[in-house]
């Protein structure tokens, strides 16, 4: 029997669970320790963060992740600006993970996103992850960064079909996102300590992190 879940808008009292989620499933993911958890704390409190398009997933009543998003931009050809969205991070507590819940709470927010008006999501992350809920090569889409690369990490999802065809673009996220070594590390150290270590999955995002896609 499939387990039930329940998508709804984060409440402030789901702030320091989804926090800690965010930290356990981070933690040791990209390199040792993690900052997701200082950028959630923090997001929430910025200009760009948009609460309609911040859910959590609920499993028996009790949270197990979260989706955050951002306003970012993209500029055309012409200088012209376009209005779209990033989201991260999102997160499965790991006990929970590779069950769906992320891909089910992702395609949910596309719906709300769409009914506020947003066309595109350009995201940041592995690719395996994403395919499966639409998104395509940022390079597909001639989405690239202000020095005119396309990293393999950027992907953009269309969530209105044909919304950026015929331009090129560049991608410009939220200043929120630019959070520094030292104030993450500053916040991790107030609380519970967790063992930073080394996983593959390190090397992993090295090497897609600094990786590009070429004609």
Known sequence: MENKIIIRNEEMADYETVERITREAFYNLYFPGCGEHYLVHIMRKHEDFIPE???????KDKVIGNIMYTRARLIDEEGKEKKILTFGPVCIQPCHQR?????RLI?????????????????????????SCGFKSCKKYNVSLENGKYPAAMMVKELIPGALKGHKWVYFDSPVMAITEKAAQEYDDTLEPMEKKYQPSQDEFYIMSHSYVED
Do not use: M, Q
Not at 53 to 59: I, N, P, Q, R
Not at 110 to 128: M, N, Q, T
């Open 53 to 59: 398009l911040d859910f959590v997933v609920e499993l």
């Open 107 to 131: 395609e949910h927010s596309f719906k709300r996103a769409v009914e506020l008006g947003y066309d595109v999501v350009v995201i940041f992350g592995s690719p395996v992850n994403y395919v």
């Open 99 to 103: 069950k769906g819940y992320g891909k």
